[in-house]
């Protein structure tokens, strides 16, 4: 009997041993065939161990992107990063033809995939049902839409802002965040979620836990992530928010089937939810799970993105207040030649704020790399540089916004930079010129048929917020504060700093 329990026990170990070496080939064998392929492309190398270069990446991405972006300039090249597979770093050149390869060949979703961890955050990186609803329901309505933005905008700032009868101290990040959660509540759940509290609170706080489960499994060896990544609490923090998410939507959802079904005078609401809930049989997301994580991935999508471009915008306006009052005065012109209404027409003639927005975003964007994408099959460039399947490109965009044969003088901060050019009349120089636009050498919502399909939205919400905000207040940095509050930054990543206060005081009529 012992005999046969030693050579029992033999036998596990000697499976369990063959079982972790076929694993470990697995494993590592794709890996050492990629990165045989990586070195045959030029590396910008910053240091010598990986951990220190991990290290410095994530604190040093910036200073790291424009000097490989100058080193190179036409050519592809690689940096490494904090994940254990090197990136490959794309000019711009190269853009117009990268764009036609397909999802089969350049993967958006699975780039995003990779980054967020979607095997145990479980958010949704490739809905067809967002963007169609967005481009085909969403940007068509902004029109009719507007004056209702408006009216939850103005009451939303009422609301979160203190009375600011003399110079008051504002942490304006977390009052922007939870306007822009009313505001985009409005157009995504319609009035019956969008001041539920439970619902706000999913907002304002939804993307900072994905934020956090991301980083502490960015942490973890990939090849330990199966076993140690679900037990996070980070993690189970989302399973969490998913299930209230389904709680707050369902007696909403039922409802609106129910009115639907019974009321032959009942008419349907115009917001994000109905929209989906009218196609949503057409992408098989009609339970409401799925429109529960649907809602969450545009919360993720839209409120804090659209809240740190805002704040950027009034931190940079406060260190340059000389140009408040220009600004104002353009809103106020507006405003007047459309009966006060915050309408398409009175937004599309605050040519001065919307140039000031633009290269506020040049110069403080969400980012400092674009059109990030997964290889999933080899492709040769027309310079003759192949990319292997496995890698993740990225563009540079903030050395690209820095290079002054982009953007002459590029170093200095114009906020008039993109009005003055759209004076210089021609339809597509004007259109090239507005926040909005993508191409090239305007990045930051992306670039062709996956450049964020909300931009419209979230332009027109982020103005309104800015116009409201410069009619009613002055601003201005805290006293002896002489320079602009420095953008916190991690790896690719940059956003303002919410511990910072401004100082706010009504305008006297």
Same mark, same amino acid.
Request: proline share 6%.
């Given at each position: 009997?012992?005999?046969?329990?030693?050579?029992?026990?033999?036998?596990?170990?000697?499976?369990?041993?063959?079982?972790?070496?076929?694993?470990?080939?697995?494993?590592?064998?794709?890996?050492?065939?990629?990165?045989?392929?990586?070195?045959?492309?030029?590396?910008?190398?910053?240091?010598?161990?990986?951990?220190?270069?991990?290290?410095?990446?994530?604190?040093?991405?910036?200073?790291?992107?424009?000097?490989?972006?100058?080193?190179?300039?036409?050519?592809?090249?690689? =940096? #490494? !990063?904090? $994940?254990? *597979?090197?990136?490959? &770093?794309?000019?711009?050149?190269?853009? /117009?033809? %990268?764009?036609? @390869?397909?999802?089969?060949?350049?993967?958006?979703?699975?780039?995003?995939?990779?980054?967020?961890?979607?095997?145990?955050?479980? =958010? #949704? !990186?490739? $809905?067809? *049902?967002?963007?169609? &609803?967005?481009?085909?329901?969403?940007? /068509?309505? %902004?029109?009719? @839409?507007?004056?209702?933005?408006?009216?939850?905008?103005?009451?939303?700032?009422?609301?979160?802002?203190?009375?600011?009868?003399?110079?008051?101290?504002?942490?304006?990040?977390?009052?922007? &965040?939870?306007?822009?959660?009313?505001?985009?509540?409005?157009?995504?759940?319609?009035?019956?979620?969008?001041?539920?509290?439970?619902?706000?609170?999913?907002?304002?706080?939804?993307?900072?836990?994905?934020?956090?489960?991301?980083?502490?499994?960015?942490?973890?060896?990939?090849?330990?992530?199966?076993?140690?990544?679900?037990?996070?609490?980070?993690?189970?923090?989302?399973?969490?928010?998913?299930?209230?998410?389904?709680?707050?939507?369902?007696?909403?959802?039922?409802?609106?089937?129910?009115?639907?079904?019974?009321?032959?005078?009942?008419?349907?609401?115009?917001?994000?939810?109905?929209?989906?809930?009218?196609?949503?049989?057409?992408?098989?997301?009609?339970?409401?799970?799925?429109?529960?994580?649907?809602?969450?991935?545009?919360?993720?999508?839209?409120?804090?993105?659209?809240?740190?471009?805002?704040?950027?915008?009034?931190?940079?306006?406060?260190?340059?207040?000389?140009?408040?009052?220009?600004?104002?005065?353009?809103?106020?012109?507006?405003?007047?030649?459309?009966?006060?209404?915050?309408?398409?027409?009175?937004?599309?003639?605050?040519?001065?704020?919307?140039?000031?927005?633009?290269?506020?975003?040049?110069?403080?964007?969400?980012?400092?790399?674009?059109?990030?994408?997964?290889?999933?099959?080899?492709?040769?460039?027309?310079?003759?540089?192949?990319?292997?399947?496995?890698?993740?490109?990225?563009?540079?965009?903030?050395?690209?916004?820095?290079?002054?044969?982009?953007?002459?003088?590029?170093?200095?901060?114009?906020?008039?930079?993109?009005?003055?050019?759209?004076?210089?009349?021609?339809?597509?120089?004007?259109?090239?010129?507005?926040?909005?636009?993508?191409?090239?050498?305007?990045?930051?919502?992306?670039?062709?048929?996956?450049?964020?399909?909300?931009?419209?939205?979230?332009?027109?919400?982020?103005?309104?917020?800015?116009?409201?905000?410069?009619?009613?207040?002055?601003?201005?940095?805290?006293?002896?504060?002489?320079?602009?509050?420095?953008?916190?930054?991690?790896?690719?990543?940059?956003?303002?700093?919410?511990?910072?206060?401004?100082?706010?005081?009504?305008?006297?009529?």
């Amino acid at each position: 009997m012992e005999l046969q329990s030693l050579t029992g026990a033999a036998h596990t170990l000697q499976t369990f041993g063959i079982a972790s070496v076929v694993f470990v080939l697995l494993w590592f064998l794709p890996r050492i065939r990629l990165e045989a392929r990586l070195r045959k492309l030029p590396a910008y190398v910053y240091e010598d161990s990986g951990k220190k270069t991990a290290t410095t990446y994530m604190t040093s991405a910036k200073r790291i992107y424009i000097a490989g972006y100058n080193k190179f300039k036409n050519h592809v090249f690689r =940096i #490494s !990063t904090n $994940e254990s *597979i090197d990136t490959v &770093v794309v000019p711009v050149k190269f853009l /117009p033809e %990268l764009r036609k @390869l397909p999802d089969s060949v350049l993967s958006f979703p699975e780039a995003v995939a990779d980054l967020l961890h979607t095997k145990y955050t479980k =958010i #949704s !990186t490739d $809905e067809p *049902i967002s963007a169609h &609803v967005a481009k085909a329901d969403l940007t /068509p309505a %902004l029109a009719r @839409l507007n004056p209702i933005i408006d009216e939850e905008v103005e009451q939303a700032m009422a609301e979160e802002m203190p009375p600011c009868e003399d110079w008051t101290e504002v942490y304006i990040y977390m009052k922007l &965040v939870n306007a822009v959660a009313k505001v985009s509540g409005r157009v995504f759940v319609g009035p019956e979620l969008c001041r539920n509290k439970e619902y706000l609170d999913a907002a304002a706080n939804y993307t900072l836990d994905l934020i956090s489960a991301q980083r502490k499994i960015s942490e973890i060896k990939p090849w330990q992530r199966p076993f140690l990544a679900p037990r996070l609490k980070e993690v189970k923090q989302l399973r969490i928010r998913e299930e209230k998410a389904k709680e707050i939507l369902e007696p909403v959802v039922n409802a609106r089937r129910e009115a639907e079904k019974n009321d032959p005078t009942y008419k349907k609401p115009d917001d994000m939810l109905q929209w989906l809930m009218n196609r949503g049989s057409d992408y098989g997301r009609d339970s409401i799970e799925s429109l529960a994580k649907v809602q969450l991935g545009l919360i993720f999508a839209a409120i804090h993105t659209t809240t740190l471009t805002a704040t950027n915008i009034l931190y940079t306006m406060a260190e340059r207040t000389e140009y408040i009052q220009p600004i104002r005065e353009e809103i106020r012109q507006a405003m007047a030649d459309n009966d006060g209404v915050m309408t398409y027409r009175a937004l599309q003639q605050m040519e001065k704020l919307d140039s000031f927005m633009k290269e506020t975003m040049r110069f403080y964007p969400p980012g400092f790399t674009s059109f990030n994408r997964k290889v999933l099959r080899g492709f040769t460039l027309s310079n003759g540089q192949y990319i292997p399947a496995g890698v993740t490109i990225e563009v540079p965009s903030h050395a690209v916004y820095q290079d002054s044969s982009n953007y002459p003088d590029g170093d200095v901060f114009d906020g008039y930079r993109f009005y003055k050019l759209r004076q210089q009349g021609g339809a597509q120089n004007h259109a090239r010129n507005q926040f909005v636009t993508t191409n090239e050498t305007n990045l930051a919502f992306g670039y062709g048929r996956h450049a964020c399909p909300g931009r419209f939205f979230a332009s027109n919400e982020i103005k309104m917020m800015l116009a409201r905000t410069l009619l009613e207040y002055d601003f201005k940095l805290p006293e002896g504060v002489t320079e602009r509050y420095p953008n916190q930054e991690f790896g690719r990543s940059t956003s303002p700093d919410a511990a910072k206060p401004l100082l706010f005081k009504k305008v006297k009529a």
